[in-house]
């Protein structure tokens, strides 16, 4: 039997609500990181409770990762899966009722950190109520994706579905195991390992986090997304599969490189510095496959307007899986470790290449739910530009701030002697920090014009439909 | 073969979970099985009711965002914070606090640098003690009292020792004196500055400062004096968490005026309880600064400290 538009109706819903408590969510997280990004510099606006630096930087990063990225990406993946097994979602109902635990337990998880109630884990600091049911989510969303690649209708799994699944089985397995907790009250716990274990487990976690959510789910997008919308195919499929699986397997092994010259063992820093170095060519196995798909005709950067989004966007993951291994080495890690530099790191990822392709996939997606064209291709590129302005501002200042930091706190006299006070490295940072806080508004600025886009395009769709009604 | 997985979801399911368990196993959970993983050093203390409390004010404040707790085995990190971190330090930490950014400075070795009196007074106004400071005010804190029954609770599943008195004793402790308990803790399991201090010792000829009398020097010292000195010592050294500087005929609380190199000598070392200088019996709580102010640095305030107890300049 062959589907009709009709049978998609129901799900179409789902993913449309999966985009939107997304966008809600990233609103509040992007307005947080502009003020804490303030509050570097004007420490004087802290205030009690949720208005301290420390609890609105874990609300930033927290529902960033988990209501923009996370909930972009399971409404994304339920679009894709059904493209791609020619077939609506298995459990529909059970999908909807995703999106309602979604938002609960972002809602209950950031709600907490604003309170003060945090596991400290990096990426992971929601407490229990909240983790518990972001664990119930991901099995619910298991088995929606895993029932309908099972019953599809297309012989052959794309690429995309690989990371998917990818995606979904490595998020479970390292979430699950790093929220071994005892709860000790209602919004409390204490994790089940301590010390130097608990920081090599934390870290195997959180650059997986990063492995996963960030990077494989980031790239079954690009690998469907840039196809669709050049309307080239991908250049290779055999780079493909060796990429996936060399990038699943090397991934897990460098966790510790976060953790260079603390007290874990010598030889598993080796060994995550070693396979870090290795990461190189994976991650560069898709970045040639998505350039040389473009190659055959570099035109589209200009007919196809999103063609952009997803070339830029596997430009900076390009840079960041050079950087990144850079990092891992011990002499860098000396210097840049537990500076502003990683930051720059982490928000050229996040800005240049996750928000780059996820919202490139939304413009994709708005339009075909909503039988129309998108609203404004000028508004579009506004954007582009202005988030890639943004994003650069921000990182660049970040690395000269870093290194900066590093050297100084570094530098001694000709004695022997330090030659800065902490004092001093602080103040020499203040204007760095204040440029980042004006990249990162016209990075958020850039993305209002996305929302105001996107909703623009809903609603010139409702319109469309209703006037055929 | 290659191109049955892609048609063959649970077969292509179970290799990738298999795939991902391989550096899982190797680098995480098959090292959690073997002792080099759970180390303890041998002074190692659980934490009392008071400093658990102070941990978990720590971590709600997201204190790790801006400090870290591990010195890293380099040369200048073992000069500017002590000894460097050993793995058996951590054992009561679930879950570990090391931080992954140093906007302010590593507090591995925190405990026991300044005395309580200065901690309190820095979370309630850090940029009274280092203008350029970012660091928020906690003096808030203080407005919220603990609860001893969830301190007991937290303490019973961490199985920590504790006795009914030390659970009654936090009734009217608040957060701030909880967090300032567990910040004097830090690092105390270890001899903080082993590394750095051995290198200058008592003299047993007396040293003239070099500097003594020099206008320049005064004015520098000053200046000094403002940044490092006057949050403990006061205004133009009148006296306030540390001793007053004016009287030249009193030094740790003993009369009797002294070598310009005593003063060169506490400045450079700090002092700790049961310390002593010149035969004078320290009570604790001047921190070091040989680590982060040069000798001619340190001379200067010598100099400067002269002319407050009324030595005439050049
Ligand atoms: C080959 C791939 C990559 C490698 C080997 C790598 C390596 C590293 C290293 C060594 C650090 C720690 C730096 C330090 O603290 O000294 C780091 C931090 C980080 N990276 Fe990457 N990176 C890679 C790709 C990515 C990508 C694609 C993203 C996506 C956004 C990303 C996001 C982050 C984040 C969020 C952190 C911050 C962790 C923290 O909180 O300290 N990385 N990376």
Redesign the interface.
Known sequence: MSYQMSDYHYDNQTVRKFIYSSIFWGVLALVAGIWISV???A?GL?G??WL????L??FHVNVMAFGLVLGALIGIFYYITMRLTKRPLLFPRVARSTVYLFNLAIALGGWGLLM???????YNEFEWPASLLIVILWVLIAIVI?GT??K?KE???YISL?YI??TV??LA?IYVLNNLE????LF?S?????????????W?YGHNAVGSELTMATLALFYYFLPKSTGLPIYSHRLS?IAF?SL?????????H??V?????DW?QT??IA?SIFLIAPSWGSVVNGFYTVREDWSRMRTHYLTKFFILGITFYGLQTVQGPTQALRVVS?LI????W??GHVHMGAMGWDALVITGAIYYIIPRIYNTEIYSEKIANTHFWLVLTGQIIYSITMWIAGIQ?GAM?????P????KY????I??KN?PYWQIRTLGGIIFVVGMLFFVYNVFMTARKGNALAASKA | M?KNI??K??L??IL??G??????L???FI??MTA????KLAGLKPYTALQLAGR?VY????????H?Q?V???K??V??YGAY???G?????????????????DLAREGGKYPDAWQYAHFKD??AF?????????G?LQ?SKLDPA?VQ??MN??GFPYTPADIQALADKTRLDALVAYVQTLGTAVTRKAAVTAAVTVKKVHIKNPLAGNHEAAERGERLFE??CEACHGKKGVGYIGPSLKDKNVFLYVKGNVPDDDYFDIIHNGTREGGVEDGRKEKGGMPSF??????DEIWSLVTYIRSLQGEKEE
């Open positions: 509050l570097f510099w420490p802290n009690p409770g301290t630096y420390g609890r930087r874990s003060g109630y945090t596991k400290s884990l990096a895993f690649v099972i599809r012989e052959q799994m690989w699944i990818a089985v490595t397995v005892v709860p000790a009250g409390k204490y994790s089940i390992y301590a010390g130097v274990n608990s920081a090599n487990v934390e195997w599969i699986w699943v397997f090397a991934y897990l092994w460098t966790g510790a976060h953790l010259y603390t007290p874990i063992p598993i060994v995550a396979m000396s470790h537990y500076t502003d990683v930051v930091e706190q570094k530098a001694v006299n004695d022997g002697t330090l006070t902490w004092d001093q602080v103040s203040i | 290659a892609y048609s979801p649970v292509f399911t990738a979970v795939t991902v368990l391989v550096g899982t190797v680098t995480t090292p959690m080099q993983m759970h180390p978990d971590q709600s404040e997201g204190c790790p965002f801006c870290t591990t890293r085995p380099l200048t990190e000069e500017r971190s050993k793995a330090e951590f054992y009561y930490d679930r879950p570990f606090l090391w931080g992954t950014k140093r906007t302010g400075p850090p940029r280092s203008p350029h400071s970012i660091m928020p005010s906690f808030w407005d969830q609770t937290h599943v961490l940044q490092n040989g680590e982060t102010l040069k000798k």
